[in-house]
């Protein structure tokens, strides 16, 4: 994602294309993504997440012999980015519904958490390792390292043994199946209003690669090697983060969703106003903690809520609203950045987890506060 950012502005010189490549990329889930939830908790996971990750490095390795071959144009980029979106729109709510087969329901909180911090492990040397490989070798490199990593990805699932999963009873066909999803979660109020947050969340916040590139090749007006720097913090702040959260995270509720918000908002308005580097770095630190807590508390609390036979169709709405509202979001950050600076685009995702916090607060006081569990808010006749 670092190599394709700084190619994309290499390309064009306008921050308002990443927010296009961005765009172009959730585009098939926004389309197709509500479809997906019904389909996941019908097949057989590990074996789908093997096709994704083979069909993903074919694409990284088309990329990077475009850019060796000195063909690639931003058209090319935008070509294979909607690719890619087509592949992750079933690659993340199938892995986030796969957890759920890894371990024993009650131990979900603290796996989740822990599936945040090898996502942050890997964000960890990967930034570092994208920059230097960018300026010593440029971009194609970058790109062929990443179709390589995806054949670990294969050999991990063709790992696991059948006889150590907790698999989930697969539900049968039916008509009406992604009515049924959609009803489920509109009349669960748990569910709604946390489904709602974490799509206006996705729209204005969840834009980090613009976040970070704008911000630090047209604001502080620094060099790649400084943006993988930058991103290396955020990540190892992450997996402290994540295993921290992973030893405490037991019981997430509604209220613990809401501390998530406001700690993610204070960390991206901070940022939106570091005056230089070294403090931008500093911010990274909160940035990355807080961003591992928000998603870890996230999922968990939807995982606990939810019956297993209905988590994969859940988790694809929770996905939906993360990934699904990025290509308006995208296109608005980089509006944004393009007429204003990157601190407004950050200072507008700062705002939507504040808002977000404090929706959810009054609905939550007209019930009759935090007090009620997450739990007990889930309609009877569906659990």
Known sequence: M????????????????????????????????????????RINLRRVMIMIAFAAGIEAAALSVLTETHRVTIFWIFGLSFV?????????????AFVAELVPRPAIPSAVSLNGVQTAAGRLAGPALAALLYSWKGPATCFAVNALSYAIVIIALLSLRRR??????????????????????????AHRGQLIANGFVGMFAWNFGIFYASFTQLVLHSGSLSLGIAES??????VIGGVVLSRHLTSPTRRTYV????????????????????????CMVLFGSTTVCYTAINQAVLQRITPRERIGSVMTLSTYGTMGTTPI???IVGW????????????????SLLISALVLSVAARRRGGFGIAAEETVPAATR
């Open 2 to 41: 670092l190599a394709q950012s700084l190619l994309v502005l290499k390309l064009t010189g306008r921050a308002s294309a990443l927010g296009e490549a961005t765009a172009i990329q959730a585009a098939p889930f926004l389309l197709l993504g509500p479809f997906i939830g019904p389909l996941v908790d």
């Open 84 to 96: 890619l979106g087509c592949i992750n729109m079933f690659n993340q709510p199938a892995i986030q």
């Open 164 to 189: 150590d999963l907790f698999p989930i009873e697969p539900r049968r066909r039916s008509r009406g199946a992604l009515k049924d999803s959609f009803s489920y979660a509109w009349h669960s109020p």
């Open 233 to 238: 913090i955020n990540a190892t702040a992450a």
């Open 259 to 282: 501390y998530g918000c406001v700690g993610l908002g204070l960390a991206l308005a901070l940022t939106s106003l570091a005056p230089n580097l070294v403090t931008f770095y500093i």
């Open 329 to 331: 979001g995208a296109l």
């Open 336 to 351: 944004l950045t393009t007429i204003g600076t990157a601190r407004a685009a950050i200072g507008a995702g700062a705002a």
